[in-house]
């Protein structure tokens, strides 16, 4: 019976997985900023949800994943006027990073939603939750009363005294430290939309409140993002969602991604250590960071260190090798010989780990360690033999066709090297010259018969010895 086990931050516990809808899986995963390029902190968060996303469909459901665009925000407005230009151009110019990022890393949700397409949606939650009497309008912005929400601080487990007390509070006017704007009043030179209240922009947390209910309905099963996103964003959008709705719970499964830090140390801009995806993918390349990064379990901090990267770049190259030694080495056969037969019941057993641990809360270490185990059965298997039965390299071929197309890995077509071709019928030619200088003529005549069978025509004359391919 398949079962899918997933750890919910929202019960602190690991949970049979339930969709609302049979069949049928609806995501949402916060998306970025983009005032900067985005970072390999995000790439990792994203990866996780993107290999969940591959897990779940591979499972056999239907999967809606939606992803934000935080495209109002403090640091754009200050980043843009930094530079001289538009919240709208560097805005377009960073989103379009994030997408080419995503792309090539192979990851792509169903709809990316930027919220200023949204705002009118915004003020229609905000006006019931001010109908409601959860919102109340002050000088500088119209706020979410938290005191009125009881459940405010099940997310992040979190009593309302704590909450209050580690919050610095510059605003006098809110009823409560812990109150969050839902929308803020228009500043000079600040873009800003109409609103019954007066022109503003509106808060972070009600677009993702927003706009994950518009595409995913008033309910839905999982939402996610980093673990630093618990609190407040995530507490926030429970209670505007839940207040405005009244229909608990809002999202069935909360899932969180540990922190990525470089060389042990947290990403900042005051260590000077963030890296751009960018970069990472012109060093690395999709493949190896994917990798890299489902070789720790996604609830799991991971550290970003060239030297882990650089045995990843090696353990892939090593798959991919023996998979090509594979497809030379296979021989349509009768029946299986007794290593073969040893050899199938271990691709059998490394298939039925693989599905366990990702079942399993999405074990991607575990379900890698089964991959990694048949590799070391196949190298051992084929260190004696110069032939794998065709059926069972299919079976192999299967194994890891699953494998890879979950992890979004060796994808890539392997094209043997024109450049090496040459120079092994090179190294050809010089041998046979040496074998017609010591009259061998029946075995260099042998070798002329056998390259034009692949297609490389060898003809000796005067000058010495020529070739080329056939047309
Ligand atoms: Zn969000």
Redesign the pocket.
Known sequence: MMEIKLFNTLSGKKEVFRPLRRGEVRMYV??PTPYDYSHVGHARTYTAFDVIHRWLEKRGFKVKWVM?I?DVDDKIIKKAQEEGVTTTELVTRFSQEFFRDMYILDIHPDIYCFATGHISEMLEVIKKLVEKDYAYVIKDGVYFDVDKFKDYGKLSKQKREELVKHRIEPNPNKRNPGDFALWKFKKPREPNWPSPWGNGRPG??I??SVMSSKYLGEQFDIHG?GSD?IFP??EN?IAQSEAASGKKPWVKYWLHTGFLNIKGEKMSKSLGNIIPIREALKKWGPEVLRLFFVSKHYRSPIDFREEHLEQTRESLERIYNLLDLLKLLRKSKGVLSEAEIELKEKVKNAKKEFVQAMDDDFNTPKALASVFNLVKEINRFIKNKNEINEALYREIDSFFKDFSSVFGVLQKEREIKEEIVRELIELVIVVRDELRRQKLFALSDEIRKKLKELGVVVEDTKQGTRWRFQH
Do not use: A
């Open positions: 916060c998306g934000n935080t972070w947390h677009e993702c993002g996103l964003h995530h959008e």
